[in-house]
């Protein structure tokens, strides 16, 4: 495996290092104090890209749309200090599969890592209870490890929104669309494992993000995950 930990502080880096060897055997580690040195360092074969955006060189979410560009099919988690919801939110929507504050602990990032390596996306709890009202809106990230239902707004916020209640709601297939969607995957990947077209993973999605009551994929990820976590807690 080989990975790539960008980011301006030693260490940071270091410790990241440290923590991802549990990961296996044999990891190759690339890293980088700059983005010059992130575009240098960064190669078509790297298994993950972590990258801070706040680094010499950086330019917003420049460095990362240009990681993106150059190298579309490594994965990218983006590794910060910061804990504005509209930045992580900003950061997924450009195809980055996972935002890990730097306050969560080394294991979270970790368990953060192995659901991306798996092919899933990394939503930060936090970003629950900042979502726009009709979604999860107001609920806590303990409320939904100890699988309270979720208020759902946007219809008078008299019902509860469940996986259950979205089975009553969505055909079987559906159902099947938005469990691959909770994992972080592609349409392309989601019609491929259900034997379907992705124009017809596109018909599903617009089904479901009215059934969520979201707007775009990246809210109906983050409620599908919940919703997820919260059947399975």
């Known amino acids: 495996m080989k990975i790539l930990i960008a980011d301006d502080h030693r260490l940071v880096i270091e410790a990241v290092k440290a923590k991802l060897s549990?990961?296996?055997?044999?990891?190759?580690?690339?890293?980088?104090?700059?983005?010059?040195?992130?575009?240098?360092?960064?190669?078509?074969?790297?298994?993950?890209?972590?990258?801070?955006?706040?680094?010499?060189?950086?330019?917003g979410q420049a460095h990362i749309d240009e990681i993106r560009r150059r190298h579309p099919a490594v994965p990218v988690i983006v590794l910060s200090g910061y804990e504005d919801p509209s930045i992580m939110r900003s950061a997924l929507e450009r195809g980055v599969l996972g935002f890990i504050p730097k306050a969560y602990s080394p294991d979270v990032m970790l368990s953060a890592v192995r659901l991306v390596l798996a092919g899933g996306v990394y939503v930060p709890p936090m970003m629950l209870t900042a979502l726009p009202p009709g979604i999860?809106?107001?609920?806590?990230?303990?409320s939904a490890a100890a699988g309270e239902p979720f208020a759902r707004g946007g219809n008078g916020g008299g019902g509860t929104q469940t996986l259950e209640h979205l089975r009553s709601v969505l055909t079987e297939r559906q159902v099947e669309v938005l469990q691959l969607l909770s994992q972080g995957k592609p349409n392309k990947l989601i019609g491929r494992s259900l034997g379907i077209s992705e124009g017809t993973v596109k018909i599903h999605l617009a089904a479901i993000f009215r059934a969520l009551n979201v707007r775009n994929r990246t809210e109906a990820v983050v409620a599908a995950q919940a919703l997820t976590e919260a059947q399975q807690a």
């Open 22 to 59: 549990e990961l296996g055997a044999g990891i190759e580690f690339v890293l980088a104090l700059s983005v010059d040195e992130l575009l240098a360092g960064a190669t078509d074969d790297l298994d993950l890209a972590l990258i801070d955006l706040n680094m010499p060189g950086a330019d």
């Open 136 to 142: 999860v809106a107001g609920v806590s990230a303990s």
